[in-house]
């Protein structure tokens, strides 16, 4: 029976320093599991577009983005959760309201709300995108604004109960940390994705790792027998079977010899 590893991205596979560093031997372990047999997959918070060429060629049978919101499985789309374009308009004017800073993801690209508060971390956040080239012209007014999940942070003036309340009824919300929240349609995890895909496979779950960092990873974690946390990643060490060196430690490749898969 094959093995499926499913892999976070930021801070599991790339350094989130700013330098976006993939460890030598990250690529090399991700190598030799494949030629052993095993699948890899990609398993993101990032929706398709943001999963860059650098990770793409590491070597992977499939993408599951956007927590669980979108699959690939070799080079074919199998599942895009689309939310309703009026859907999306409606919360964006309810973020509006809310005095948050949003940015809105979808599977082509982002979208931004010119007219939203600018907080530091926003402009960091601005600031990689145009270091990574990415295209940050996409705003809310746009007649193709929609998207798949966004994510947002909060100030002193925002409406933070009410924001809990009303988009709290149709998404599941992550705190991510340092008034950081990730909003995802009720329903999906990066654990729903990895059900479909493993079904999809005929591959037990006894046979299926996940690797992750972060508290958006919590759910895969949950979901799989063989769960790894990065060094480093203490929240989601009590939900794991295993707790691997940091990432520029050799933490990938520790892992998957961990567990005989290299």
């Not at 999963?51 to 789309?77: H, K, P, S």
């Not at 299926?208 to 979901?223: F, V």
């Amino acid at each position: 029976m094959k093995n499926v590893i499913f892999f976070d991205i930021d801070g599991t596979l790339v350094t989130e320093d700013g330098r976006s560093f993939i460890p030598e031997s990250a690529r090399e372990a991700i190598k030799e599991t494949r030629r052993r047999g095993n699948l890899t997959f990609i398993n993101t918070g990032r929706t398709a577009f943001n999963v860059n060429r650098r990770v793409r060629e590491l070597g992977f049978d499939g993408l599951l983005c956007g927590c669980g919101t979108y699959i690939e499985y070799g080079g074919e789309v199998i599942f895009h959760n689309k939310l309703e374009r009026d859907f999306c308009r409606r919360t964006a004017a309810l973020m509006r309201e809310l005095n948050v800073t949003p940015v809105y993801e979808h599977t082509d690209g982002y979208f931004f709300d010119g007219l939203s508060p600018k907080t530091a971390d926003f402009e960091d956040f601005m600031r990689t995108f145009v270091e990574e080239g990415i295209d940050i012209t996409g705003r809310v007014e746009d007649e193709d604004f929609i998207f798949d999940k966004f994510v947002i942070w909060v100030n002193e003036n925002s409406d933070f109960e009410r924001f809990m309340r009303e988009v709290g009824r149709d998404f599941s919300i992550i705190d991510r940390g340092n008034g950081f929240y990730e909003n995802v349609p009720k329903g999906f995890t990066k654990a729903t994705a990895m059900d479909m895909i493993l079904k999809r496979l005929g591959i037990t779950i006894e046979n299926a790792y996940a690797i992750g960092d972060s508290m958006n990873d919590l759910q895969m974690l949950k979901a799989v027998p063989n769960s790894i946390a990065m060094g480093g990643a203490e929240k989601l060490y009590p939900y794991v079977s295993y707790v691997t060196t940091p990432i520029l430690e050799d933490g990938i490749a520790n892992a998957l010899e961990h567990f005989g898969l290299i």
